[in-house]
């Protein structure tokens, strides 16, 4: 992990290196995205045919591999990025609806420096987690770019 001096430089290698993970993390994502509107015009014509089966197979395989890496390098570049604790407060919880699932994630309030900031979590948790405290880590150039643990 970074120390605090280079954390708050804006040109420390750290910084580059995350700004590298979150170049590549959209890259893949957008990459991800467009292979999967492939596999879907393409599959839906070549279904009837029968033989659509190759060509989603080519589509959806690197689809599901970009927008894993995606995931994962955006994850890097919040971890080189946030590397300022301190304890938050759930003040309320937000439902996200992932096609027929549902997760209830924290709303945390945390205060910088005097300022107070508010984020939504990546966790789910529950609505009886209103009031409990949380660890996250901010990004000390920008206290409003947080992570969980």
């Keep these: 992990m970074c120390d605090h001096d280079s954390s708050r ?14 170049k590549a993390g959209k890259v893949c994502s957008i990459t991800g995205t467009v292979l999967a509107v492939a596999a879907i015009v393409a599959g ?4 009837k045919a029968d033989n659509g089966s190759p060509v989603l197979l080519v589509c959806i395989v690197p689809m599901a591999v970009l927008l894993f890496l995606g995931g994962y390098f955006e994850r890097k570049d919040l971890t080189l990025r946030c590397t300022e604790r301190t304890t938050a407060h759930c003040i309320d919880t937000v439902r ?6 549902s997760t209830r994630h924290p709303i945390v309030e945390y205060e910088v ?15 009886k987690d209103v009031g409990e405290l949380y660890t996250i880590y901010y990004d000390p150039l920008d206290p409003d770019t947080v992570r969980d643990q």
Aim: include cysteine; proline fraction near 5%.
């Design 113 to 127: 420096d005097g300022v107070r900031h508010t984020a939504e979590l990546s966790i789910s948790c529950s609505r």
């Design 9 to 22: 430089d804006p040109n420390s290698p750290e910084r580059r290196k995350a700004a590298r993970y979150a």
């Design 96 to 101: 996200r609806h992932r096609g027929r699932r």
């Design 44 to 47: 839906a014509g070549l279904m």
